[in-house]
Structures are given as structure tokens and as C-alpha cells.
């Protein structure tokens, strides 16, 4: 709703040559960072406007170019570190250094007396840092927790909001990567891409054999749990597909939106899991949502259906879904989610040849981490200049 108005806060960095790749977030998976609001200056911050190259839509929007201020002036925000193994990534800094005076965790707690004082909001990203009672008591003048992604189960949304402290996290830039990721892990799994690419490249092998075979994606029933942004945009693409299209969520669509993707709404999630041939989960971790798919649900679907997962690992009871592929009661699953991530080693998901698991690599792409960075200062930033803030998220 206010997402242009997010943005117009901004002015964003045109994405540099040689940027991070893919595997890029795994070597550095954590972003965690505080700011703070600028007090009120003598200076005059004259506003001209910069016409960008894309929004987190790919369409082009106009932004706020602000006069350049010291970095004394700037909002101060508390960092992890800059590289290494938990710190900002390398390509990312210079984006937060637009809007704010970077301090490391190692700066703040050799001065928390000073630092403290600055610090008003926190930057979270792949869960990091842990927001808990005592960060919270330390950081006397904190306004908001822009978290960089959708779920915030990692977060203690009632205790935050009983310090008077704001949450907001990134549905918009997050919306398309995932949905590509759910796509990917439907085709993978149905024409068996990973063995497929295992015999291919096996010293073993001496030829392919003809009875060797996946199922087909098109024209088959997906069943989609949970029709937000991401949700309807796996359905977006799954049209394309020529699938039939089914929905459970907790509030129905307006009917212009089933109609533009050829959805049908399913009130009870029993009536989706049994008909469908692919079902998708793209809710977000809750406790009503806590092991939502367990040995009941999984024994309505159809014994040829296969379950995919982008949302939480714990959506899924794993006991029962290990149960269930290895006694053939559906035919695969594909995971970009897990609990914990990583899974044990000796875990007996990794030893079934009728499933795939990804680590959690559903916004890793250049594209959207830079997005969800831009999504996050936004969102910051609105709380502390005191506009309306894009993406809030509310304690229940």
C-alpha cells in the first residue's frame, strides 16, 4: 500500500559489476544492524529526484536524492561486521552507508555508553542478531526492527512491541525469488532432475535407461496452502503451466484475483491435500501453523502427489514425513526448509532417494538480497523520520 512511498526514501545504488553470487549469502549469512533518527539539524536538506533504474517490481520509480550529510549526521546503525563469516556483505555496505553511520557490534560493546545512545533501530537479517530481553534493555532510544525477509518467527513480536519497539520485514522484495524456487523445486522433483544428473555424470553408468521416468507438470492439480504475495505468485506462474489451481488461505481472494490466475478456493485445507497432484506450502511459521502437515494430512494426499515446502521447515511434523516417503504413502517431497537448517547429518531425510532438500535459498539470488536491504532501510527509515511505514508487523 505505501510501498512507493517506502521507496521514495531511498536512492538507490545501480547494482555494481562483479557483485556477489548465488553461493555469496552462504559465506556471508548474516546481516544484523541498528540505526538511529537524526535530530533535528540546521542544515538545509534540499531534495531533488533521481529517476532509478527499477523497483523490486522492475518498474522504474522516482526517489528522494537527499544532500549529502557527515557521517557524524547520519542515523547510526549497528552492524555485525562488514565480510567475514556472520557480517554485512561486502556489496551491501555501501547501500547502508547512504542512509547511515555504520557501528560494529565490536564498536558498540566497547562503548555501549555512547553507542547505546545512538542506536534506534536494529537491522535483522538471516535471523541475526537475536533480539532478546537484554539487547532490548541496552538499546534505551529503539524505535524499530527492520527484519530483511517475510517470516519473523524468530522474533518475539509481543515482547518487542512491550518496549515500544516496531517491527516491519520485506514482503515485496522476497515475492518473486521464492515462487521461482517453489517452481524449480515442482519441476525438479517431478521429472527427477537430481538423480537424472546423478546417473548422467556417474563413472557407473553405461547407458540411460528407458523406463527411467518422471511425471508431467503440466496440466496437473497444484494445491496451493497459503494465497499471500508469494502464494499468488506461484500461481501466476503455474498458469503458464496449464494446471489446475487450487487455494487454501485464511481469507478467500476477491474473485477478479482467482480469476486472473484460474484459482479455485478450497475452505477446508482436506479437500485441497486430496485432490491435488503437487501441494505447495507458502504460509508463514505460527502456532497454528506449527506442524500444520503431519501423518493425517499426509495420508489424505494421493499416493503419486508430491509435497513441496518454501515457508518453514516446521510447517511439517519431518517424523511423519519421513514415515510417509518411506513408506511410499506420497511419492516424493522437495524442501527448501528444514528444522534446524542444517539438518543433522545422520537425519533420515538425507538418506531418501525420494526427496530433495535445498538450503534454504529461496531469496538467494544478487537481485533480491539487495531488494530486501533496499525493503528493510525503507521501512527504518519511515518509522524513524515518522511517515507511514510500508510493512509493519503486529503482534497477534
Known sequence: MFRSKAFSLLKLIPL?????????????????????????????YRQGYKTCPRSAEGQTISTPQTKVMAEEELPGVLILDIGGTHGVLENLAPLLKKHFRLITMKEFLENKKEMSKKIQSVFVFECRPT??????????????????????????????????VKVTNTPH??????????????????????????????????????????????????????????????????????????????????????????????????????????????????????KLIGKKELGLMKPTATLINISRGAVIDQDALVEALQNKVIRAAALDVTYPEPLPRDHPLLKLNNIIITPHIGTATVQAIRMMAEEAIANMLAVLNGQPIPSEVFPK
Open 16 to 44: 555494481m559489476p562483479g557483485q556477489s553470487n548465488l553461493a555469496y549469502k552462504y559465506i556471508h549469512p548474516a546481516i544484523a544492524s541498528h540505526g538511529h533518527r537524526c535530530h533535528r539539524r540546521s542544515m538545509d
Open 131 to 164: 533480539v532478546d530481553r537484554e539487547l532490548l534493555e541496552s538499546l534505551p532510544n529503539l524505535k524499530v526492527i527492520g527484519n530483511s525477509g517475510v517470516g519473523v518467527d524468530h522474533l518475539d513480536l509481543k515482547m518487542i512491541s512491550n518496549f515500544g
Open 173 to 290: 522484495a522476497v515475492a518473486d525469488s521464492t515462487a521461482d524456487i517453489g517452481m524449480a523445486l515442482m519441476l525438479a522433483s517431478a521429472r527427477r532432475l537430481v538423480e537424472g544428473c546423478q546417473i548422467a555424470v556417474s563413472p557407473d553408468t553405461k547407458c540411460f535407461a528407458v523406463d527411467w521416468l518422471g511425471v508431467e507438470v503440466t496440466r496437473a492439480t497444484l494445491g496451493i496452502v497459503g494465497m499471500g504475495s508469494i502464494g499468488y505468485k506461484v500461481a501466476q506462474r503455474a498458469r503458464a503451466f496449464n494446471m489446475r489451481i487450487l487455494y487454501h488461505n485464511r481469507n478467500r481472494r476477491r474473485k477478479e484475483e482467482e480469476e486472473a490466475v484460474g484459482a479455485h478456493y478450497c475452505e477446508k485445507m482436506e479437500d485441497l491435500l486430496q485432490q491435488s497432484d503437487f501441494v505447495m506450502l507458502v504460509v508463514n511459521l505460527t502456532p497454528e501453523t506449527h
